[in-house]
Nanobody, 120 residues
C-alpha cells in the first residue's frame, strides 16, 4: 500500500513563505510524476505544480515565479516552496503521485491534504 504523507501547511501572512513536503512510502517500483493540487472552498481542485522523473516541471500561471516544486528521488519526497503568498493561495494542498506498483501497473495516489491559510 502506497502512502503519501504531507506536512508544512500553516497560517502565514500575505507576502510570507511556506514549504510543503510530501513523502511517499510503501511498496512500489518507481514514481513517475509527483505534484501538488489545491482546493479552496467552493472551488474545484486545481493542479498547482508537477515535477516529472526527469526533473521537468509545470506550473499553473498564477504561481509562476513564486512557487518552486522540487523532488528528492532518494527520499521519494516532493517539495513545494511557496513565496510571496497571496490570499488567493489559501486552500487545502494535496500531494499527488503517479506510482508504478507493478511492472505493468501504474496508479495515482493522493495525500490527505494540508491546510494553507493566508492572513491579509
Amino acid at each position: 500500500q502506497v502512502q503519501l504523507v504531507e506536512s508544512g501547511g500553516d497560517l502565514v501572512q500575505a507576502g510570507g513563505s511556506l514549504r510543503l513536503s510530501c513523502a511517499a512510502s510503501g511498496g512500489f517500483i518507481s514514481i513517475n510524476h509527483m505534484g501538488w493540487y489545491r482546493q479552496a472552498p467552493g472551488k474545484q481542485r486545481e493542479l498547482v505544480a508537477r515535477i516529472f522523473s526527469d526533473g521537468n516541471t509545470t506550473y499553473i500561471d498564477s504561481v509562476k515565479g513564486r512557487f518552486t516544486i522540487s523532488r528528492d528521488n532518494a527520499k521519494n519526497t516532493v517539495y513545494l516552496q511557496m513565496n510571496s503568498l497571496k490570499p488567493e493561495d489559501a486552500a487545502v494542498y494535496y500531494c499527488n503521485a503517479l506510482v508504478r506498483i507493478r511492472p505493468t501497473t501504474v496508479l495515482a495516489y493522493w495525500g490527505q491534504g494540508t491546510q494553507v491559510t493566508i492572513s491579509s
